[in-house]
């Protein structure tokens, strides 16, 4: 089932231990799923009418439901069967490997199957596939992950479950003054004390970048518009690459010499072109309530 409950995404994820739901589970988190591992089946229904009432705070889960649940997973069967009955649309996700990387990686992690009695790793194995037969047959989709790099992994997940590459990937654009120390969780800094300073127009000196007078000065300066078209540029090429290597945060650092005037504008107007961009931004200014304003 595939429809959708007023907006919200209800995605199931099960399949045989070791394959990587753990790992699958994480990456849908990161792209902003509501996230429950070891769902017990008796209370699916419950959590799904719990999210629908959260007036869209909550509008896609991931449930991973498995045979961990011993007793209680024998019940999925009914409760998916409950859902279709109330037209409580879903998804299943059905993850899988070959038996000998699945004995590899019980055998490299040391933990023990749920189903293993004793040692019998193998046998414990093609016991759950056979448990898990009848839903691997309804599941939507089906990921064989034994030749699969956890970096690949989130690629097909990313693919397969991401409204848009950019979902779950949240820029942070700080502005600060150098004179109160820089931003420790930086991953790129840009120094703008070069820009012309309105520090020095005695209209402007207490006034700071949020104000009209200051934005026209800093952005009406040919230096400044020249710096922030290479800058959106660099921006623009980088991003992309660091969403494709699995970062879900960047946190960029806009420095002046008070972070008042011109680190303020600029980390305004460099946030709103990449929220333009489509990208999910916040915007921070650190040192603008300090009122330092010499240059």
């Not at 989130?154 to 397969?160: G, H």
Request: with cysteine; proline share 4%; aromatic share 8%.
């Amino acid at each position: 089932m595939t429809e959708e409950n007023n907006g919200l995404h209800v995605l199931i994820i099960t399949g045989l231990s070791g394959a990587g739901k753990t790992q699958t589970i994480n990456c849908l988190e990161d792209m902003g799923y509501y996230c429950v591992d070891n769902m017990p089946p008796a209370l699916l229904r419950k959590f799904i009418d719990l999210s629908l009432q959260s007036e869209g705070k909550i509008d896609k889960v991931a449930l991973v439901i498995d045979v961990r649940g011993g007793d209680f997973f024998h019940n999925l069967s009914q409760s998916l069967f409950e859902l279709e009955e109330s037209h409580l649309a879903y998804e299943i996700l059905f993850l899988e490997a070959s038996d000998e990387v699945l004995v590899r990686r019980f055998k490299e992690s040391r933990r023990r199957h749920p189903l293993a009695p004793g040692d019998r790793l193998l046998d414990a194995i093609r016991m759950e596939r056979n448990v898990l037969a009848e839903l691997r047959g309804r599941a939507n989709v089906i990921l064989d992950t034994s030749g699969t790099t956890p970096r690949q992994l989130k690629e097909k997940l990313t693919d397969l479950y991401s409204g848009s590459e950019n979902d779950g990937f949240t820029i942070n654009v700080v502005s600060f003054g150098y004179k109160m120390g820089i931003p420790l969780d930086c991953d790129l800094m840009m120094d703008v004390r070069f820009l012309p300073n309105p520090f020095y127009d005695p209209l402007m000196t207490k006034q700071t970048g949020e104000d009209e007078d200051v934005i026209r000065y800093v952005l009406g300066s040919e230096i400044t518009k020249s710096f922030a078209r290479r800058y959106l540029n660099l921006l623009k090429f980088l991003i992309p690459h660091y969403i494709r290597e699995g970062k879900t945060n960047l946190a960029i650092s806009i420095g002046c010499t008070g972070g008042q005037h011109r680190s303020v504008v600029l980390a305004n107007y460099i946030g709103q072109q990449l929220k333009n961009a489509g990208y999910k931004v916040i915007v921070r200014h650190r040192d603008i309530a300090k009122h330092q304003v010499e240059p």
